[in-house]
């Protein structure tokens, strides 16, 4: 398989703010590795028998739970304990595994930043592919600027897949991805904006890069714990202006 490029990302700590629920939390991460590029059409294929029509563009239409098996595949072949184990489609993360793996919504924001506290780590034409470009698709990898982390397109080209639940009790198992493609204006390509889809869904400009770091925890790491997400999707007290839960 085509060399996944990682890039170590010191421990810190980020801010992550969700508008919708007017919630911002700051978070203690330890030190991880992410891949410098997002993963290739080149890569997807060596590994999952998918089609490589422009092998080093990132491999977009690749639902969440596609990109979940992308990473055990890459574990498997680089002789490391697979991250994720299935029941069904209940994907469980194996959290001291150092496998690859999506990388959590907070890491993806501290690498993403390197160090930055605006909306964009550099001038937006330079450093991402956007709706101004008046491009119809994702562009090769790498065509912009990095970060000072190093990493290339975390801002526009594809949006990427994170580990995280998107708000369970609103959307259930929708996953969140972050970044900004090709087609989005400024507003949405920024660095603390938030969508997400379900596990299934795949779409034209949603990719995903991965991360590797195992942890010496149980169901809880760098920004995630399934005991919060329990307590997210009971959406207990007061529910904001207009909204409801989940049913």
């Known amino acids: 398989m085509s060399e996944i490029e990682v890039a170590r990302i010191d421990a810190g700590v980020v801010t992550l703010h969700d508008a919708r629920r007017k919630v911002r939390r700051s978070v203690e991460l330890e030190a991880f590795e992410i891949g410098v ?44 304990d697979p991250a994720y184990t299935f029941d069904g489609e209940d994907v469980t993360w194996h959290v001291d595994s150092d496998g690859f793996r999506l990388p959590t919504e907070a890491e993806w924001e501290h690498a993403c930043r390197a160090g930055s506290t605006g909306p964009h780590y550099g001038p937006l034409a330079e450093i991402a592919w956007t709706s101004a470009d008046g491009v119809t698709a994702p562009q090769n990898v790498g065509g912009k600027h990095p970060n000072l982390n190093g990493l290339f397109d975390t801002l526009g080209n594809a949006w990427e897949w994170c580990w995280d639940l998107l708000d369970p009790a609103r959307y259930g198992d929708y996953r969140v991805f972050r970044g900004g493609g090709f087609a989005d ?13 379900a596990p299934r869904m795949h779409h034209d400009d949603v990719g995903f890069r991965v991360a590797r770091g195992g942890f010496d925890t149980t169901d809880a790491a760098q920004g995630w714990s399934a005991r919060a997400d329990e307590e997210r999707a009971a959406a207990d007290g007061p529910l904001p202006p207009g909204w409801t839960p989940l049913r």
Request: with cysteine; proline share 4%; glycine share 8%.
């Open 37 to 80: 590029y997002a993963v290739t059409q080149a890569q997807l294929a060596e590994l999952l028998g998918e089609s490589a029509s422009h092998p080093d563009r990132p491999a977009v239409d690749v639902s969440w739970l596609r990109a979940i098996r992308f990473c055990n595949a890459a574990s498997e072949w680089e002789g490391l």
């Open 185 to 197: 204006d400024a507003w949405s390509v920024r660095a603390s904006t938030r969508r997400g889809g």
